[in-house]
């Protein structure tokens, strides 16, 4: 009796712990607005303030979204997801969500009073969307700037973090992409593997660029990379090999 009261307790404490583990990940609604750029083909979507380059060929397809400053943190929120849905007008919203990553930022136009101009001005929190992803939130087609809810949600990625090799010697940056879990990063480290055997922190130049003052040309490195909240970190050893060049890009572990 008492080992079956043991086994009910640790399954309760498990399941107790997993629940707690993914509520952690899951962030309450709030409430925010969304509007649509560009045309059905959602071409436009390409590039953006997170440097990620081609969004199509890196894996973020069309589900992304250009946030608005009180979003964006300055580009620590790159690749962060959210699940958005259509929110109070039954007129026009569709039923479900959909789930985007924070790709790009959406500039503010702080002398602009009207409504479309000044969707992204301070303190609003707001989501500009490829058309093709807005249209899944609403059925009427007239509709151009709505009211949603929003929430921080897991990314799901296929295969490991990505790291790309930008620059040159002198100014080494790094893009860090394909970010599963939290999907926003919170610090990168590198090591250079034969010179030492410590990870140095590198700085974020802009959106998912890192820098470091080290000299790697020539070495096989190492990263380590935090999740946005710093609770989880993932170590890629010896991800990119010695005779890495400018512009590959090489895969690492997953969250
Ligand atoms: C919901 O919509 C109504 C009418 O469009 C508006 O008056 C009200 O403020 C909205 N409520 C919220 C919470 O946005
Ligand atoms: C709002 O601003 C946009 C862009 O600046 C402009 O295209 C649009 O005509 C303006 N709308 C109104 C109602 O003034
Ligand atoms: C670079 O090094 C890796 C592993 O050390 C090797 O597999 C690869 O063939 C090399 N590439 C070139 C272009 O020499």
Redesign the pocket.
């Known amino acids: 009796m008492a080992k079956i009261s043991i086994a009910i307790v640790c399954v309760a404490a498990i399941a107790w712990l997993m629940a707690s583990g993914a509520m952690a990940q899951v962030s309450e609604w709030d409430t925010a607005t969304a509007a649509y750029y560009g045309d059905a083909t959602g071409r436009e979507s390409l590039g953006g303030a997170c440097g990620y380059g081609n969004l199509f060929k890196q894996g973020y397809g069309l589900e992304t979204a250009a946030v608005s400053k009180a979003l964006f943190n300055d580009g620590s929120t790159c690749g962060a997801c959210y699940e958005i849905r259509c929110y109070n007008d039954s007129r026009w919203c569709a039923p479900g969500s959909i789930t985007i990553s924070t790709t790009n930022f959406c500039w503010p ?1 702080p002398a ?1 009073s ?1 409504e ?2 000044s969707r992204c001005n301070p303190p609003r929190k707001h989501f500009d969307l490829p058309q093709p992803m807005f249209f899944k939130l609403v059925n009427d087609y007239r509709t151009s700037i709505i009211p949603v809810q929003f929430r921080k949600v897991p990314c799901v990625k296929k295969g490991g973090i990505m790291f790309e090799m930008m620059g040159d010697p002198d100014f080494i940056q790094v893009l860090v992409y394909n970010v599963g879990g939290s999907g926003d990063v919170g610090l990168v480290w590198v090591k250079v593997n034969g010179a030492d055997e410590r990870f140095w922190q590198m700085d974020r130049v802009w959106g998912s660029i890192w820098r470091t003052n080290l000299r790697l040309v020539g070495y096989s490195l190492s990263f380590k990379v935090s999740s946005s909240d710093y609770k989880k970190e993932v170590q890629s050893d010896n991800v990119i090999p010695a005779n890495w060049t400018f512009g590959q890009r090489f895969e690492g572990k997953q969250f």
């Open positions: 136009h602009s009207n479309s101009a």
